[in-house]
C-alpha cells in the first residue's frame, strides 16, 4: 500500500530547499502555506532559518563595509515572507 502525502507537508530537505529559493524570489502560495507549517512543526528547520538570516545580514554588512555604512536597512534585517 502507498502512502499518499498531504498537498501541504513537506519533508525537511523540501523545507531547506524552500527556505533558499526564498532568498532570490517570491514562492508561491501553497509553498509559502507548507513552509510555515513545516517551521511551525520542525524543530531543525527554524534554526537553518536564522541561519540564513545570519548569512545574509553578514554578507549585507560585508558589502557595505567599504562604503563606512554601519546602519542595517530593515529590508535587510527583516526576513522575507
Not at 502560495?29 to 517551521?39: C, G, I, K, M, Y
Not at 511551525?40 to 545580514?57: D, G, H, I, W, Y
Amino acid at each position: 500500500m502507498k502512502i499518499r502525502s498531504l498537498p501541504l507537508t513537506r519533508t525537511c530537505k523540501q523545507a531547506a530547499a524552500l527556505l533558499v529559493a526564498r532568498e532570490d524570489r517570491a514562492l508561491g502560495l501553497s509553498d509559502t502555506v507548507a513552509l510555515r507549517l513545516h517551521l511551525l512543526a520542525c524543530k531543525a528547520c527554524p534554526q537553518f532559518e536564522n541561519q540564513l538570516v545570519t548569512m545574509r545580514l553578514a554578507m549585507h554588512r560585508w558589502r557595505h563595509y567599504a562604503n563606512g555604512e554601519e546602519a542595517i536597512p530593515v529590508a535587510v534585517a527583516k526576513r522575507p515572507e
